[in-house]
């Protein structure tokens, strides 16, 4: 399964933007980039994905590296509910397992 | 966002029985369905692949005879933990995955936290 490294930890101040980064330079051509988070005694909420260029939906925005060996979550706005692990995840387009990593745990301070 | 239902929310059992944890698909069909299990402060870890109408396909490490799937229909799948011991004791969540044109995404329980006294 393809790996991802995250920092393990993050701060960020409340209503200001968060950019959470993810390696992934083993990642294949075929490989799709997604981002879940997950709060405490919850399962995993789904947040974006990605394949090769930048996305955006109402809850982040995804920008991809031109060579894909890299990814950057972008939560406009954070507030005190973002706080939560997040997990960046390589998805195989045959197989469709998801394999998480060690994610990022995000602290929001008010 | 689609929705994916466990249960129970959470379940106490006497060491030596067995338990079963339901997941269901409410408003999609869902013929691949993961389980996964997390333990304290560690991240999600997949134990096997669920695929309707055919045995499940178990990841490494994980005892097929201890921890039985069932994908019985395109919106079920249970996952029976046999003679269970309080090191199973595990927050259990199951994912279904739902396929669209040009679109797969995964969608997840709120999980099974078990504890086995």
């Known amino acids: 399964d393809a790996k991802t490294t995250q920092p393990n930890s993050m701060e960020s101040n409340e209503e200001e933007p968060v950019h959470l980064p993810c390696n992934h330079s083993?990642?294949?051509?075929?490989?799709?980039i997604h981002w879940y988070r997950q709060l405490p005694s919850q399962g995993p909420e789904y947040v974006i994905h990605g394949l090769t260029s930048n996305v955006n939906n109402r809850m982040a925005s995804l920008a991809i590296a031109e060579d894909r060996k890299s990814s950057t979550l972008i939560l406009h706005r954070a507030t005190l509910r973002d706080a939560a692990v997040y997990y960046c995840i390589l998805r195989a387009n045959t197989g469709n397992q998801f394999y998480f990593g060690t994610g990022t745990s995000l602290t929001v301070i008010p | 966002g689609a929705v994916v239902s466990q249960h129970p929310s959470w379940v106490i059992c006497k060491s030596g029985t067995s338990v079963k944890i339901e997941c269901r698909s409410l408003?999609?069909?869902?013929?691949?369905m993961f389980w996964y299990r997390q333990f304290p402060k560690q991240s999600l870890m997949l134990m096997a692949t669920?695929?309707?109408?055919?045995?499940?396909?178990?990841e490494q490490g994980v005892e097929k005879d201890k921890f039985l799937i069932n994908h019985a229909s395109l919106t079920l799948s249970t996952l029976t933990v046999t003679s269970a011991h309080p090191e199973d004791s595990s927050f259990y969540i199951c994912s279904a995955l739902r396929d669209s044109f040009m679109n797969t995404e995964a969608f997840f329980g709120q999980g099974t936290r078990l504890t086995v006294v």
């Open positions: 408003d999609f069909q869902a013929t691949t």
């Open positions: 669920s695929n309707e109408g055919s045995k499940a396909t178990y």
């Open positions: 083993t990642i294949s051509g075929t490989d799709y």
